[in-house]
């Protein structure tokens, strides 16, 4: 274990020493009046060692490196007040597609305080999923604002965010399709744009409400400015229902009651779920925590696997996480502990993160190195699994 750290270590350091600075995200190529061209993108090389140790049997451990994200982006405009934005992923990609399609959307700024988006754009539920992937302290989201774990993720449809003139009060709402992904030890959502086959189809409305104490600011992690301190609190909620479309892993049983014909994938019928959030910046200490619940209901009751029994369950997760800036270094040490239980599993699946970031040109390019030890794995008692995560990201 600690030569695979010590040699990931040489790596980083390595890495390290080829970034350089950046200028803002975003690049813009072309601009002539309501005219403009811009286009930009991440990198986020990851090294992973896990080492499993199941409460029976032999554990497995192993290391690799890959692409997290991977993701350019072009957007532009042609007409006043309209703009649009496509963005691509080739680090992670379904089956046989070589891409994923993240945001592909249009928007309209012409109505004061408001903006409209028409297309494929973040579901808004779960201030960590809010967070962008590239302004995260801990590299990866894991419970609360993960969609493998009952979090939506993109929606194909129409959203509306919009705040008060002193940008205090913020509120955003969207509704559209999004699809479901079978899968009995998780819940997870996906955006129709990338569809896998065997999807459940449905429909989704979700709404926002945020307020901050003070002066409004940026869900970015990390407390660049070191300012005086800022508070925020959130509610946010969503409910999802199946369109009957595509009822892959449902037949007809006895008297026409619907049953699961697989043992780890079944339907889903409808969720919903609720959050509470909030966050503080200021003095270099950047803090995030939430609490979000989510209950499921498959389409038959027969499912008694992984996350679900007798067809349901309900998903309880919370998160806190921070981290302190130091004031004459571009160094940043951060803790995140959060943990998950549903109807399904023995035991509360719970973790602790230990956390360094080095920063280059802050989000825009830095080296991260993070330790989680998890216990209870999938809620099997006595399943403990650590990981050590290197990622290297670059921002332009």
Partial sequence: MMQRVQRALSMGCLAAAALVSVSEAGIKIYEDGDKFIEIGGRMQIQYLYFDESPKEGEGESNDTIFFRRLRPYIAGSVTK????????????????????????????????????????????????????????????????????????DRMLGFRLDGHTDSGKFEYKFNVGGENFDPDNRRMDF????????????????????????????????????????????????????????????????????????????????????????????????????????????????????????????????????GGYMLGNLPLEFVYKRDSMDTDGYDKKWYANDFGVNYFFNKHKAKVQFLYRMESNVNGADGDDRNQFVMQWQFVF
């Fill in 81 to 152: 007040n309209w703009n649009g934005k496509i963005q691509f992923d080739f680090g992670k990609s379904l089956d046989a597609d070589e891409v994923s399609v993240k945001d592909a959307y249009m928007q309209y700024t012409g109505w004061k305080n408001h903006k409209v988006f028409i297309g494929n754009s973040k579901t808004v539920f779960s201030r960590e999923f809010l967070t962008s992937s590239k302004r995260q302290q801990t590299v990866e989201r894991w419970f609360v604002g993960q969609h493998n774990f009952g979090s939506p």
């Fill in 190 to 321: 996906d955006t129709p744009v990338n569809d896998a086959g065997d999807y459940n189809q449905g429909w989704e409305g979700a709404g926002r409400l945020t307020y901050y104490f003070t002066e409004p600011f940026k869900r970015d992690q990390g407390d660049f400015e070191r300012g005086a301190l800022k508070f925020t609190v959130e509610g946010a909620a969503f409910t999802w229902t199946n369109n009957d479309n595509r009822l892959t892993y449902t037949d007809e049983g006895e008297n026409g009651k619907p049953i699961c014909n697989n043992e780890k994938k079944c339907d889903l019928d409808d969720a919903t779920g609720w959050e509470i959030s909030g966050g503080m910046r200021g003095h270099g200490f950047s803090v995030d925590l939430e609490y979000n619940q989510v209950e499921g209901n498959m389409v038959a009751d027969n499912v008694n696997s992984g996350m679900y029994v007798n067809g349901e369950t309900t998903i309880k997760k919370w998160q806190l996480e």
